[in-house]
């Protein structure tokens, strides 16, 4: 079985200010690792992937995740926060023999972004 | 390219009354998922098809859920009777080719139910 921490469930930076959103997995077998971004009222919106190649790996809208297998984690940053980026943020993972059909999403992260 | 459709956004229905939800995927996508979003959680998948076949449909309460996609495109999602419980927001997502290799699943915007 496969599932993905997100350790806090709310954080709040300030304009300007390093992002960190903290994401663990647990597989038995290699996994895809993403992130999803959710703004209110929307679905969700795929940030960036892992599928086995770069273990860092950069998405939209400036964020980017490292892939560390040997402390299990796939934590999202972004280097300066924008008010734009206020939105909840789900880390997923999947069993790559799937081709990620099978997500299991942790249970979001709401980033604030204060002024 | 238009995205995942979805139908009703909201619906606010009370308890022991039907309700059904619609997807439209993307054009040309074979794969078709049911996703349940409890308040503050992630999204659970409830079934996917590929095609018009329900290849994952083990999270599926089939005592009161039930879902067709009969001609391979939209899908159709039935909740007979409701329950206070079952208030949430109900995602579909669509993606193409098989499990081979990776494929994105694009999400549509949900439907938000509440039951009284």
Same mark, same amino acid.
């Given at each position: 079985?496969? !599932?993905?921490?997100?350790?806090?469930?709310?954080?709040?930076?300030? /304009?300007?200010?390093?992002?960190?959103?903290?994401?663990?997995?647990?597989?038995?077998?290699?996994?895809?690792?993403?992130?999803?971004?959710?703004?209110?009222?929307?679905?969700?919106?795929?940030?960036? $992937?892992?599928?086995?190649?770069?273990?860092?790996?950069?998405?939209?809208?400036?964020? =980017?995740?490292?892939?560390?297998?040997?402390?299990?984690?796939?934590?999202?940053?972004?280097?300066?926060?924008?008010?734009?980026?206020?939105?909840?943020?789900? @880390?997923?993972?999947?069993?790559?023999?799937?081709?990620?059909?099978?997500?299991?999403?942790?249970?979001?992260?709401?980033?604030?972004?204060?002024? | 390219?238009?995205?995942?459709?979805?139908?009703?956004?909201? $619906?606010?229905?009370?308890?022991?009354?039907?309700?059904?939800?619609?997807? %439209?995927?993307?054009?040309?996508?074979?794969?078709?998922?049911?996703?349940?979003? %409890?308040?503050?959680?992630?999204? /659970?998948?409830?079934?996917?098809? /590929? %095609?018009?076949?329900?290849?994952?449909?083990?999270?599926?309460? $089939?005592?009161?859920?039930?879902?067709?996609?009969?001609?391979?495109?939209?899908?159709?999602?039935?909740?007979?009777?409701? =329950?206070?419980?079952?208030?949430?927001?109900?995602? @579909?997502? !669509?993606?193409?080719?098989?499990? !081979?290799?990776? %494929? /994105?699943?694009?999400?549509?915007?949900?439907?938000?139910?509440?039951?009284?």
């Amino acid at each position: 079985a496969q !599932s993905v921490t997100q350790l806090g469930s709310h954080v709040s930076v300030s /304009e300007g200010a390093l992002v960190l959103l903290r994401c663990n997995y647990s597989s038995s077998v290699p996994p895809y690792l993403f992130w999803y971004v959710q703004y209110p009222n929307q679905g969700l919106q795929l940030l960036l $992937k892992y599928t086995s190649a770069a273990t860092l790996v950069k998405g939209i809208n400036g964020f =980017e995740a490292e892939f560390k297998k040997s402390e299990t984690s796939f934590h999202l940053t972004k280097p300066s926060a924008h008010m734009s980026d206020a939105a909840e943020y789900f @880390c997923a993972v999947s069993d790559q023999r799937g081709g990620g059909n099978k997500l299991t999403f942790g249970t979001g992260t709401q980033l604030k972004v204060e002024l | 390219e238009a995205g995942v459709v979805q139908s009703p956004r909201y $619906k606010i229905i009370e308890k022991k009354q039907p309700v059904a939800f619609w997807c %439209n995927p993307i054009s040309g996508h074979n794969t078709l998922y049911w996703y349940l979003q %409890n308040l503050g959680q992630g999204p /659970e998948l409830l079934i996917r098809y /590929e %095609n018009e076949e329900a290849v994952d449909d083990s999270q599926l309460p $089939k005592d009161r859920f039930s879902a067709e996609r009969l001609k391979g495109v939209d899908s159709t999602l039935k909740i007979q009777p409701a =329950e206070l419980g079952d208030s949430a927001v109900y995602l @579909c997502a !669509s993606s193409s080719g098989g499990s !081979s290799s990776y %494929n /994105e699943q694009f999400f549509g915007p949900g439907t938000r139910l509440t039951v009284l």
